[in-house]
């Protein structure tokens, strides 16, 4: 018997209490020994909820409590939850989470306490959602030199840019829409503007270069400049616009990370991962490319991922798990001006298609503009330094006004 | 210092020699210990090779060394494999597999005596190549009653079919272009009518369920009798062919279980899952649909998930990972003729589409014909039982000739 306690009892929180209920038998099957839920830690009444007796509200109940084996944090942010998770694993209790703010600002030093303290902090939930990905990276694909990783991580601006690309939708409107479902927040800022994106692709990071990389070096754009015209020339061009996080390693052990919006061929596996689904691509030095995919967020979806490190953190209650990462990462990150990759422009151009004025400029194709106003003009570049891109957009936005640009995601996977 | 042994020196064994070398640091790093390669057992002379000291010939070297603690069983076949693999359990060593037919076959009983001698017996390489999939379903979605897995298992059918989709090979030139690179065997026979297909979706079943299915009981059906004027249709219709092992389970806890050809809806995920790639998509009853994807096969792709087992093998030295089934989980398997799906007709119409005939018949849906030959129809019907299709079949049949039907995927996917 191991027995557990939930911190905030909000829509993670009741989701775990909710699975772990519901799958009791098979969760006692696979552990061969039964998880009870003891405590529920929540400020709040539940007055009419079937675990409202396991509410309380003193902290000092669950961390004074040598029957508690594991404390799963899903309270969010970085304050209370930043103490309560301390408190916890230096009471030497398991912790197990799904907040990707904490992790990505906090986690080196949580994980040294746990080292410390000979217990298991795990986040599997914090990056993806429900999707395996975390303990994959580290067991699975261990044996790999991690060159790359990218994908959507974020699913309400995931499902803002689906809304976009199938329903014709402006930004504004797919938001509002997004927010009425309950898919986006009253204030978006965190989802829209890449930083929740940004704190999943730099866990990814520290796990795969055993390094932490801090949020704040990672160069962040959100998708709240993306217009329906780049959106339907994009479609015309065969490629689909995401928001995707990336970390890639170049050959001197230096790594370029980013979270933008890119354009992406619409027949590459994350071309289809639509709506609040998240994929993850992971390319390693003998596995070649791996993909992951599921719902990146959601009451049980999310519950199954905290679950399972659960169950690992009670298999692992011995012999603890290193998974993790140590000291900063910070000197790894590489100036994007040396990035290689292509660019999509739309300018405007009332000559329509001035192609030779362009092609002074630019080795460029030209995207057909099916769908968009007259007087413009879009193309997509060879691939050049993030330096060149300036150079060339100046000499650019001389002659021609840039009404916007996106990077494009060079493709290196191999096709029949 | 963990020591290993390989036996076989193929495609993949050599892969596990090559990729252990070139990433030992890595390895080293992630275990906080060296892995040495010490034998590689192979009845053949490798006179060149980087390698050919290390290779004996003598199997009781290895399971009378008591250095040797992981053995990893790259030799293929339920025979002689079959009996090393029996030898080195019984010898307290660890061992390691990508060997599916083994799996399949005797999975049961090796992990039996891999209990038993405390010792772990792991084959993650065994289904996907590459592909993190058994590991992820037995740890990462362990809180899930799994409700269903299905995918594309088998890299050398998905080559042949996207040659055909894509090139308008007939199924003979895909299969011969397959043969040239070396994507196919000779005697394509395993891989064309289903049979390496079903041993995986066996493997993936018997995790699932925790009992052991037997590839006997699976109905398994190949793509020999895919034409190219099926390929065409279905893409006319938005579908692509897919081979799929599928696996689901019922109310009452028993099983449909089958491997056939499939028309899916072209914007499902597993839909651009093409050439040699695997893609395998899990449903489960928390954390709702997941899926993992990459290559099948080829020599350091499985070796990446080969050698990620015997990393996982040294870490639990002690306590050992007790993934498996035990039990046979035949009596599970419910009779196909109860499962509802839809399926895809083609017949000989004289009459080019002969609605009313064919409605008496069928509640369905008429496909566009573009690019088909005269004097036929196709159509996909309503979902239906087995039963109930083969005796509409019986009716159609009297009226017009059948030249090809096809299972229809029925997608529960949401979608916006």
Request: net charge negative; with cysteine; proline share 3%.
């Amino acid at each position: 018997m191991a027995k557990i306690a939930i911190l905030g009892f909000g829509t993670v929180g009741s989701g775990v209490a909710e699975a772990i209920t519901k799958n009791a038998e098979i969760i006692q099957n696979k552990l061969s020994e039964k998880i009870e839920l003891k405590y529920i830690l929540d400020i709040r009444e539940f007055p009419n909820n079937p675990f409202s007796e396991k509410i309380i509200k003193d902290f000092s109940i669950i961390q004074n409590d040598p029957e508690i084996e594991v404390v799963v944090e899903t309270i969010g942010g970085a304050k209370i939850a930043y103490e309560f998770t301390k408190k916890a694993l230096l009471s030497g209790k398991h912790v197990v989470t799904s907040n990707k703010e904490l992790v990505a600002t906090h986690g080196e030093e949580l994980l040294r306490i746990a080292r410390e303290k000979n217990v298991n902090y795990f986040f599997e939930a914090s990056v993806g959602g429900t999707i395996p990905i975390l303990t994959p990276l580290e067991s699975c694909l261990g044996a790999n030199k991690i060159e790359e990783i990218y994908g959507i991580l974020n699913g309400t601006t995931n499902y803002i840019l689906t809304r976009m690309i199938k329903a014709n939708l402006s930004f504004e409107d797919a938001l509002k829409e997004a927010q009425a479902l309950g898919y986006a927040e009253q204030d978006p800022t965190a989802d829209i503007e890449g930083h929740d994106a940004c704190r999943k692709i730099c866990i990814l990071a520290d796990l795969a270069y055993g390094k932490n990389i801090s949020p704040e070096k990672v160069q962040t754009e959100g998708i709240s400049n993306i217009t329906l015209d780049d959106v339907t020339i994009a479609e015309a061009g065969r490629y689909v616009i995401k928001l995707l996080g990336r970390v890639k390693m170049r050959e001197d052990g230096k790594i370029f990370i980013l979270v933008a919006p890119h354009l992406i061929k619409n027949d590459h596996p994350l071309a289809v991962v639509n709506d609040v689904f998240n994929g993850i691509l992971v390319r390693g030095n003998i596995c070649e490319e791996v993909m992951f995919y599921g719902k990146g967020a959601g009451k049980l979806p999310t519950a199954s991922a905290v679950i399972a490190d659960v169950i690992d953190a009670v298999r692992h209650r011995e012999k603890r798990k290193d998974y993790g990462w140590s000291g900063s990462g910070d000197d790894m990150v590489a100036d994007l001006s040396e990035m290689v990759y292509s660019m999509y422009y739309r300018i405007s151009d009332r000559h329509s298609g001035d192609c030779k004025a362009i092609s002074e400029i630019y080795d460029h194709k030209c995207l057909s503009l099916e769908g968009a106003p007259d007087g413009e003009y879009a193309f997509v570049t060879k691939p050049m330094s993030g330096k060149e891109h300036e150079e060339k957009a100046a000499l650019l936005q001389k002659k021609f006004p840039i009404l916007s640009r996106i990077r494009v995601l060079d493709d290196q996977r191999e096709s029949v």
